[in-house]
Structure formats: C-alpha cells, structure tokens
C-alpha cells in the first residue's frame, strides 16, 4: 500500500532575491497512475517561480488532508564539524533559528552574496569550510560540500538560500509536516513529508526527451518517489542501514533520500 497520494520534485535555485522570477527554479507533481506534469506557478507579471512563492504555495499544498512526498535538492542542515566550530547544540530546530538570524537569505532584496560579503545578517560569524562534508555527502558519490561556493554543480547558494524557507515553512505548518530525518526515520501514515534529494542519482533513469536539465531534475525526482513508493521499495530508503553513531550523525546532518 503507497504511502503517498502525490509526489512533488523540486529542482531549487539560489540564485538572485527570495522574490525574484527563477528559470531554474521547477516543480513537478507525480499522482497515481500519471507521469510527473510540470506545475507552473500562480498567474502573475512573473513568469517563473520565486522562492517566497514557492514556500506559500508549499504550505497551502501540505495543509491539505493528502499524504505528500516532497522531494527538495538542497542541504537541509550543516557537517557535524559546523556545529562543533561554532559551539552550536545539535539540535536541527535551533540549528534553523541560528542560521536564519546569521543568513537571512528569506528577506526581500537579500542575495546569498549579500550575506557572503557582509552587507547584510552576520554570515562571517557563521562560515563554513568547503573541505567539510556531510556523512550522506560522502556515501552519495560526487555530491559537493553545502559550503562549496562558485563551482559548477554547486548546492551551496541554493542550500544557504533555502534553509530559511525550510524554517518558514515548519513554523507555518508545525505537526502537520514531517521533515525527514529530523523528526524521526518513519513518517507516520497519512502525513505529508519532506526530504532531500540529489536528482543526479535519478535522473540518467528517465528520458530527457524535451526537458531542460533544470526541469529534468525535478521530474526526475518526482518520477523516483513515485515508483519507489508504488513499487514498495520507499521504507527501505526511508530506513537507510546506519550504524546508532551513524544514525545519530545524520538526525543533526540530515540524509538525502535514495543514499543507501
């Protein structure tokens, strides 16, 4: 029996403003018996999605009665390393209230840059080293650092951009959602999730056809969740084989859903 009634993919951006029109930023809803449809955003003078719409039409969609697996391709917390430099209690909740105080890249008119070059918040008293990688970095293959900046590839705009919104959202939506790993490795039956994804991992799975990569990634990741959770493979990568010290490393660090 699926867990899910429907399966969003989100191939992120952090590139310019929380309100500015991303060409990068896709969404893709998978449901029972259809293949992902690209989900456009509400009518307005803008033609892409924002990351301030994005985070609304997200909190609308989850506060539906409808069991939802939303799958987001960016970091959603910091290397254990992160926390030990900076004396930080790991605890995920307060981790999100401490970075978006030092990054608050969910601001109108604030770039990721803005923060990086000290314009705004205080992100030199929150750095993090581009050498450190989380233990879900390391057994992914090829996934870059959440600190690797002005690389190709990189996740890290789109992870010190996205953070907040991932607050925004919790704090909007309290109980209703469960943001895996943190709030426990089970999601409990009828409730919506969220977790994080690499699309690399999926996406050479299913014909490009006549997607960008951008919205390749999110039908990819939505194609995924749907056939894990239909074929009933989903608990097996919802309950990865960590140790206890590797699992107790990954409820601060998160995981990313697939990596085994």
């Given at each position: 029996?699926?867990?899910?009634?429907?399966?969003?993919?989100?191939?992120?951006?952090?590139?310019e403003t929380?309100t500015?029109?991303?060409?990068?930023l896709?969404?893709y809803?998978a449901?029972?018996?259809?293949?992902?449809?690209e989900?456009?955003?509400?009518?307005s003078?803008?033609?892409y999605?924002?990351?301030?719409?994005?985070?609304?039409?997200?909190?609308?969609?989850?506060?539906?009665?409808?069991?939802?697996?939303?799958?987001?391709?960016?970091?959603?917390?910091?290397p254990?390393?992160?926390?030990?430099?900076?004396?930080?209690?790991?605890?995920?909740?307060?981790?999100?209230?401490?970075?978006?105080?030092h990054?608050?890249?969910?601001?109108?008119?604030?770039?990721?840059?803005?923060?990086?070059?000290g314009?705004?918040?205080?992100?030199?008293?929150?750095?993090?080293?581009?050498r450190?990688r989380?233990?879900?970095?390391?057994?992914?293959?090829?996934?870059?650092?959440?600190?690797?900046?002005?690389?190709?590839?990189t996740v890290?705009?789109?992870?010190?951009?996205?953070?907040p919104?991932?607050?925004?959202?919790?704090?909007?939506?309290?109980?209703?959602?469960?943001?895996?790993?943190?709030?426990?490795?089970?999601?409990?039956a009828?409730?919506?999730?969220?977790?994080e994804?690499?699309?690399?991992?999926?996406?050479?799975?299913?014909?490009r056809?006549?997607?960008?990569?951008?919205?390749?990634?999110?039908?990819?990741?939505?194609?995924?969740?749907?056939?894990?959770?239909?074929?009933?493979?989903?608990p097996?990568?919802?309950?990865?084989?960590?140790?206890?010290?590797?699992?107790?490393?990954?409820?601060?660090?998160?995981?990313?859903?697939g990596?085994?």
């Amino acid at each position: 029996m699926p867990a899910f009634a429907r399966y969003i993919g989100i191939d992120y951006s952090g590139a310019e403003t929380p309100t500015s029109s991303l060409k990068g930023l896709r969404v893709y809803q998978a449901t029972p018996g259809a293949p992902p449809v690209e989900i456009l955003p509400p009518p307005s003078p803008k033609k892409y999605w924002t990351r301030n719409g994005l985070a609304h039409w997200l909190i609308e969609l989850l506060a539906e009665d409808v069991p939802t697996l939303v799958g987001i391709d960016h970091g959603f917390s910091f290397p254990l390393r992160y926390f030990e430099v900076h004396w930080l209690e790991p605890n995920w909740p307060k981790f999100l209230d401490d970075f978006q105080a030092h990054w608050p890249t969910d601001e109108d008119f604030v770039y990721v840059d803005f923060v990086r070059d000290g314009k705004v918040g205080n992100g030199a008293a929150r750095m993090g080293n581009a050498r450190w990688r989380r233990l879900t970095e390391e057994r992914a293959g090829g996934a870059k650092s959440v600190f690797h900046f002005d690389v190709q590839g990189t996740v890290a705009k789109s992870t010190h951009s996205g953070i907040p919104w991932l607050r925004f959202i919790r704090q909007q939506l309290g109980g209703r959602v469960h943001f895996w790993p943190f709030d426990g490795w089970e999601v409990l039956a009828g409730k919506s999730a969220i977790a994080e994804v690499y699309p690399s991992m999926w996406s050479r799975g299913f014909p490009r056809q006549d997607r960008t990569p951008d919205q390749h990634d999110a039908f990819s990741i939505a194609a995924w969740m749907h056939r894990v959770d239909r074929d009933g493979t989903l608990p097996e990568f919802l309950a990865p084989p960590l140790s206890l010290p590797e699992r107790g490393i990954a409820e601060v660090e998160g995981w990313i859903l697939g990596v085994m």
